[in-house]
């Protein structure tokens, strides 16, 4: 899974700084980085909504009765 998860990143990066040089080149830098601060606040949008915010402990991991187990 982590060489998967490094492909899917490494391979991306060198996208996305073509995109956004392309994009600034056309906006202009300063609004290019109020856009991609914008961005990055946005990324946290999900953890905000998510149920993870009022989480106080991990769960405790308790199988499924209804789940048969492979013993």
Known sequence: MNATMNFLY?????????????????????????????????????????PLRTMVELPTGEPDPAEPTNQ
Do not use: I, N, Q
Request: a positive charge; aromatic letters at 4%.
């Open 10 to 50: 490494w391979g991306a990066a060198p996208l996305g700084s073509l995109l956004a040089g392309v994009l600034a080149s056309g906006v202009g830098l300063r609004p290019m980085l109020w856009v991609t601060a914008g961005g990055m606040l946005l990324a946290a949008v999900p953890l905000l909504a998510s």
